[in-house]
């Protein structure tokens, strides 16, 4: 790790109170064609859930999937929080009302404009719907996606753009608002957030002085600080836990 995180990482450490939260797939898993099939890397699971143990400190993970989705592959549960859906979708269900005639239709929509588009895909999900381009053509994938985003223009739903993806979802928030709203309920101190995706960078767009954001690869990013992949991520983790531990001492 630079040494300039680690110095940081020693700093969050002491924080009466630490939010520790980081994205799934591009994080903590390596990205894959087809996303069921994805799974957190070696030492990621025993990582989270150690940090999670330690006194004062709450792990989350938030993911664009759909709260199932990122059961199903994160391999975690308690006391690791999971939060879905860009942050509108908990273990508590859905902080507001989803609009589901909206969602039905977005959901038709794009699956027609996936039908006969070799690689183009859609993945329905509880608040909307994203289509997926990352096995299509260049060519293929980018058509399709401007053909989503000139149908999303009549629709009363939030546009995320990701890496080869168009989400669209009915209740409108992020992960940015996922992250304060965790720091508010938890009284959290320090926030450690780290993601490899443009979704992500709504998060490093509110973190504050005492906080860390942490990119994982390439790409322009917000983010005060930046590693190579989710085998590094897991590394400071345990780094960050063994710190923590050391002031507890």
Do not use: C, Y
Request: aromatic share 4%.
């Amino acid at each position: 790790m630079p040494s300039a995180l680690t110095a940081a990482l020693r700093g969050a450490a002491v924080a009466p109170r630490i939010l520790v939260a980081s994205d799934f797939d591009g994080t903590l898993s390596h990205l894959v064609d087809h996303p069921p099939d994805a799974r957190p890397v070696d030492g990621a699971v025993t990582a989270l859930g150690a940090l999670a143990d330690v006194p004062g400190v709450t792990v989350a993970l938030i993911s664009g999937r759909a709260l199932e989705s990122l059961r199903a592959v994160a391999g975690v549960g308690p006391p690791v929080r999971l939060i879905g859906s860009h942050g509108a979708e908990d273990e508590d269900g859905f902080g507001s009302a989803v609009d589901t005639a909206l969602r039905d239709r977005i959901i038709a929509a794009l699956n027609e404009i996936a039908t006969g588009q070799s690689g183009v895909t859609v993945e329905p999900k509880p608040a909307g719907a994203a289509l997926h381009v990352r096995n299509a053509a260049p060519e293929v994938g980018a058509a399709a996606l401007e053909r989503a985003r000139t149908a999303g223009d009549g629709w009363n739903a939030r546009v995320t753009e990701g890496k080869a993806v168009l989400e669209f979802s009915v209740v409108h928030t992020d992960k940015g608002s996922a992250i304060d709203k965790l720091r508010s309920s938890t009284g959290a101190d320090a926030v450690v957030f780290l993601g490899d995706d443009v979704t992500d960078e709504t998060v490093f767009a509110v973190l504050g002085p005492a906080d860390i954001g942490v990119k994982i690869g390439d790409g322009p990013s917000r983010a005060e600080f930046r590693i190579e992949s989710p085998e590094d991520a897991v590394v400071m983790l345990e780094f960050l836990r063994a710190a923590r531990v050391d002031q507890l001492l």
